[in-house]
């Protein structure tokens, strides 16, 4: 989604707290922020589809103490929700281990949001254990006032910090 140009100020806000971040985008994503800023405030870890060993997704899985989406477009979470693999970034969520926290940042229009799908859908991935950072209300995107913006990016590290042991980086 749009919001994907926000990436970029949760990374850095992450990093600057001491953690290790490994950047996986989808193709969409890059629509809005390029490679060449998420491997710069990531320190050079930056995985998109068109650069990848097809397998990587395994190891990176395994390797993370966390896995956070933001943004969480309503085609992602259905992806997560109904165990479709069809790009890396799905690939690795599906391939990580039960107990490791998975953090998914919706946004979205309100309409899309409020859908009985899109719905479903969270509810699903928080049965599973998934923690959903809400969106909040205010202008989105597409012109329209209401629920589905990202929260500021400050606010998903802080999030992300209170949920997790700071005591191991990731």
């Known amino acids: 989604g749009i919001s994907a140009y926000k990436a970029a100020d949760v990374i850095s806000g992450l990093r600057q707290c001491g953690y290790e971040v490994h950047v996986i985008t989808t193709k969409t994503a890059l629509n809005f922020v390029t490679p060449t800023v998420l491997g710069a405030v990531s320190d050079g870890h930056c995985i998109t589809d068109d650069n990848v060993n097809r397998i990587a997704h ?3 899985a395994q390797d993370c103490d966390a896995f956070i989406c933001v943004p969480a477009t309503a085609n992602t979470i259905a992806k997560f929700a109904h165990g479709i693999a069809d790009d890396f970034v799905s690939s690795t969520f599906i ?6 926290p998975k953090i998914i940042c919706p946004t979205m229009n309100t309409i ?4 009985h799908a899109c719905a479903e859908n969270l509810s699903k991935l928080e049965e599973w254990g998934c923690h959903i950072i809400e969106p909040v209300y205010g202008e989105l ?4 006032v209401g629920i589905g913006k990202l929260p500021k990016p400050r606010k998903i590290v802080e999030e992300v910090i209170e949920l997790l042991d700071t005591k191991i980086p990731w």
């Open 58 to 60: 395994i190891r990176e």
């Open 95 to 100: 391939a990580i281990p039960k107990g490791t």
């Open 112 to 115: 899309m949001y409020e859908s």
């Open 141 to 144: 995107a597409c012109g329209a």
